[in-house]
């Protein structure tokens, strides 16, 4: 099993190097589920030394996209393996609630099927079951998922259906210490999580937090080392097997 950490900024980079992250997703404005972070940033935390993933997102809200945001999507993918991104997670969905094929078309016909991760827009596809086969069809195996539930604790029946059906499994969404082992019986590849605590920033301004929001959500130390604690106590018990 493989601990991922979501990050959006190098620091929190560093953040998962040291608790014994094996990788991290990197995203910009978290807050709204995370946005395409950019070149440089990935740049800069590819130098801390960890395996990095680029979240692809152009945008807030749904993950319906017309023709120009389509472009967009692969052009930012394409930008962010040039980075030095190992893999991109990305996905999108037509307004039947279907995996939009058009968009995975455009993807795949410029980045190769296995540097793709679809992300949780397949937790909102009306029929996961059958967006992991249009996936499939795309030489897709790789799904971040909570199971279609508010959190990954609470998916495992969907989560195990994806895994036994050939997906590396990466859970994500309110991963808490206490279901990696369920989570690991179901056969996820990898945790995925945040651990974030939000953070308010002291400065002395005018106007403070009533003109501006200063607060920042950076990766929390020690709600990492928790999970990863867990993530080691599975593997452990895993090879005594």
């Not at 990935?42 to 993933?53: D, E, F, H, L, T």
């Not at 037509?94 to 190769?112: H, Q, R, V």
Request: negative net charge.
């Amino acid at each position: 099993m493989i601990f991922e950490i979501c990050a959006s900024t190098p620091i929190d980079v560093a953040v998962a190097k040291e608790v014994g992250a094996n990788r991290v997703e990197l995203c910009s404005h978290w807050e709204c589920g995370g946005l395409t972070p950019s070149p440089a940033s990935i740049r800069a935390s590819v130098n801390i030394g960890i395996p990095i993933r680029a979240l692809v997102r152009p945008r807030a809200g749904d993950f319906c996209y017309n023709a120009s945001e389509q472009q967009l999507i692969l052009a930012e993918a394409l930008d962010c393996l040039d980075a030095g991104a190992e893999m991109v997670v990305l996905g999108g969905l037509n307004e039947g609630g279907e995996i939009d094929e058009a968009l995975m078309e455009i993807i795949c016909s410029k980045i190769p099927s296995d540097l793709i991760v679809f992300h949780r827009a397949l937790d909102l596809s009306l029929d996961p079951m059958e967006s992991m086969s249009v996936l499939q069809n795309f030489g897709i195996y790789s799904v971040l998922s909570s199971g279609a539930a508010p959190a990954a604790g609470l998916g495992l029946g969907l989560i195990k259906q994806l895994s036994d059906a050939g997906m590396k499994v990466i859970a994500g969404g309110g991963v808490r210490p206490e279901d990696v082992c369920s989570l690991g019986e179901s056969g996820v590849e990898a945790i995925h999580a945040s651990c974030r605590l939000k953070s308010t920033s002291e400065l002395k301004v005018q106007g403070g937090e009533e003109l501006f929001d200063l607060s920042t959500f950076p990766v929390d130390i020690e709600k990492a080392m928790v999970l990863s604690e867990a993530i080691e106590n599975w593997i452990e018990f895993e090879d005594d097997e």
